[in-house]
């Protein structure tokens, strides 16, 4: 019993749902700030050193926080039974944050945020393609309803109709990938590794890639860096801070809470997006784009909801089976 405490820290946690959603909303709230920090740092650095910056500090905060755990005797999570799973997850997310960062210098940060919320949508077809899950009619009706959202966000006239447009599809869909491999490889790992190896992967793949670039570029990366004011460091600082901690709010979220009930909730970042990027840019999204994330975010969560309801219905028939066995 204490080998599976240790190894699902979910195990000795009390369940608090109203402390769960909290906790969620707190999450999307960290998330649409890094958004908008990430696109106010894009005017004066480049998106590779973003990135770097990122994923740096997120290593380095949860190396130090796997090393007090490992020295108080409570075990050492640096050890990964998966270290290829954590390579793939790891640089999964660095190309999904890559292309946010890239693409948020073209678009207003709520819009960008709410195209890039079909993630479940294409989770769901990527699911059926791949892992033969069967797709209901009334999921494809939801698949289609947050796809005519997204369009409704980047109608031609809107300003963001064009290859932009493809930047948060393009997130999204390597998201989506990424949801589907950490559903595949979910409880394999305590969810603390392989925070660190997300963060500790992230950033080096971004040192190398800032490495070659520094090699063989005729710009110096880190000099924007270096010549920053009290303020824009206050800002890569709190880029570091938000990130890492949406990861964590996360995970502590589903320890006190049902996915079920949380997963509806994570739709509330479009409204956080939507003020973060009124606070830094004054942009407010125009009535037809507020209709679109209006249609994303309800096909979305009831996407997941239905997700839930048919797998606890699958539960409860698997149960009933085995029972009528005995």
Known sequence: MAAAAAADPRASTQQHPLLGVLLILLMGMCFATLDTSAKFLSLSLPVLVVLWVRYSFQGLAMALWLSVHWLSGRGNLFRTRHPRFQLLRGALLLVTS????????????????????????????????????????????????????????????????????????????????????TRRMSGLEHPLTTHFYTGAIGALIASLVMLLVGLFGSTPLLAPLAALDTRGWAIVLLAGVMGTAGHLFFILAVARAPMALLMPFTYAQIGFASFTGWLAFGHVPDFWAFVGMGVVAACGAAAVALSFREASVAARSLNANSVAEE
């Open 98 to 181: 890559a292309l946010l960062f890239f693409g948020i210098q073209f678009m207003p940060v709520a819009e960008f945020t709410a195209v890039g919320m079909l993630t479940p949508v294409l989770t769901t077809v990527l699911a059926a393609v791949f892992l033969h899950e069967k797709v209901s009619r009334l999921r494809l009706l939801l698949i289609g309803g947050g796809f005519c959202g997204a369009l409704i966000v980047v109608r031609p006239g809107s300003g963001l109709f064009g290859w932009v447009a493809l930047l948060p599809l393009a997130m999204a869909s390597v998201y989506a990938c990424y949801q589907l491999l």
